[in-house]
């Protein structure tokens, strides 16, 4: 004859709650790596475009074509593509773009503009 066990209150709540805590924390995580991925693509992005514009600058006494497509060559160097590129006198004005994928089936694009010339007083 064994003893009869108690009738037990517990009914596995605590499972639960921690399995949904759990959850949170791996939500959190996803996300704060998307918004570090984005950023990241942003950075990249920006120093994309200044490195673009100041190889354009450089070649601004060539004419346009020239100075656009040192620009754009540098851009490809610097893993971004040159969406726009103007030459104002002996200043550059490039665009250039950064595809970026901060979740699986969201593809965004970083853009950053940026322009470079002589100093002037």
Same mark, same amino acid.
């Given at each position: 004859?064994?003893?009869?066990r108690p009738?037990?209150?517990?009914?596995g709540g605590a499972t639960v709650c921690l399995l949904v805590v759990g959850l949170v924390f791996v939500l959190v995580g996803v996300f704060g790596a998307?918004? @570090?991925t984005a950023r990241t693509a942003r950075h990249?992005?920006?120093? @994309?475009?200044?490195f673009a514009a100041l190889a354009g600058a450089g070649r601004a006494l060539d004419g346009d074509g020239v100075a656009c497509a040192?620009?754009?060559?540098l851009a490809r160097a610097n893993r971004?593509?040159?969406? @726009?590129?103007?030459l104002d006198g002996l200043d550059?004005?490039?665009?250039?773009?950064?595809p970026v994928?901060?979740?699986?089936?969201?593809?965004?694009?970083a853009t950053a503009t940026s322009r470079a010339g002589p100093i002037r007083d």
């Open positions: 004859m064994t003893p009869a009738e037990s209150a517990d009914r998307a918004i @570090g990249q992005a920006r120093v @994309g475009a200044d040192e620009a754009a060559e971004s593509r040159l969406t @726009g590129c103007l550059v004005l490039v665009t250039v773009e950064v994928t901060p979740l699986p089936g969201f593809r965004r694009v």
